[in-house]
C-alpha cells in the first residue's frame, strides 16, 4: 500500500510543479507524511486566484493512516509582507485498526508564518497551524479532530527548504479518544 502511495504521489508531481507550489516528506521515528500545496492560479491559469490554495498529506503511523485535503486563502497584511496568514477547510480521514472505526472530519484551518532574514543566514521562516473539527463537522464514528503544528524551516539551497517541527494531531472517535500523532519530525520540501 505504502509503495503505491508513493508512485501515486510522484505521478501527482506535475500537478504541484509550479509556481507558488511544493511537494514535500518529512519523517520520525515512528511516521512518514508526504504532502503537497498549489496556487488555484497555477491550475486555472487566472491571476486571479493567486491566493487561493489547494493542499493534500497523507500520513502513515503506527496503528493508522491518515489522508486530508483541504481549500484555503493565504496573504498578508498590507505593509507587513513578512507576515502571511491563512483560513480554510480540510477534509481528514482516519481509520484505526485497533478500533475498527472510519474516522471523517472537515476541520476549520487557520495558520500563520512569519519570514525571517538572519544576516548571512539563509531565508528562515516560523509557522503556526491549527485546525478543530467539533462534533457537527465530524462524521462517521469521529466525534472532534484537533490538530496543531509549529514548524521551522530554512531555505538551504534555491528550491529546496529543510524543516523541523512539532505536531499534535488527536482523533477522537465516539468510542474512544486517540492521540494520532504527538512528535517531533524533519523533512524537506521542493519548492516550484
Known amino acids: 500500500m505504502l509503495k503505491k502511495i508513493v508512485v501515486l504521489s510522484l505521478l501527482s508531481l506535475p500537478l504541484w510543479s509550479?509556481?507558488?507550489a511544493s511537494f514535500g516528506l518529512n519523517i520520525n521515528s515512528d511516521d512518514l507524511e508526504l504532502e503537497g500545496r498549489s496556487s488555484l492560479a497555477n491550475q486555472t491559469h487566472s491571476l486571479e486566484y493567486r491566493n487561493f490554495y489547494i493542499d493534500g498529506n497523507f500520513i502513515k503511523g503506527k496503528d493508522d493512516n491518515l489522508y486530508g485535503a483541504g481549500f484555503y486563502?493565504?496573504?498578508?497584511?498590507?505593509g507587513y509582507s513578512n507576515l502571511t496568514f491563512g483560513?480554510?477547510?480540510?477534509?481528514?480521514v482516519s481509520s484505526n485498526d485497533k478500533l475498527d472505526d472510519t474516522f471523517i472530519a472537515v476541520?476549520?484551518?487557520?495558520?500563520?508564518k512569519a519570514r525571517m532574514y538572519l544576516g548571512n543566514l539563509p531565508k528562515s521562516a516560523l509557522g503556526?497551524?491549527?485546525a478543530y473539527a467539533p462534533s457537527p463537522l465530524a462524521f462517521s464514528d469521529a466525534d472532534s479532530y484537533f490538530e496543531y503544528r509549529i514548524e521551522v524551516d530554512m531555505q538551504v539551497i534555491?528550491?529546496?527548504?529543510?524543516?523541523?517541527g512539532y505536531r499534535n494531531i488527536d482523533t477522537d472517535?465516539?468510542?474512544?479518544d486517540v492521540t494520532f500523532n504527538a512528535s517531533g519530525y524533519a523533512g524537506f520540501k521542493f519548492l516550484f
Open 18 to 20: 509550479a509556481e507558488r
Open 73 to 78: 486563502v493565504e496573504n498578508s497584511p498590507q
Open 87 to 92: 483560513v480554510g477547510l480540510r477534509a481528514v
Open 107 to 112: 476541520p476549520i484551518q487557520v495558520d500563520a
Open 128 to 130: 503556526f497551524k491549527f
Open 158 to 164: 534555491p528550491n529546496i527548504d529543510v524543516y523541523f
Open 173 to 176: 472517535y465516539k468510542s474512544k
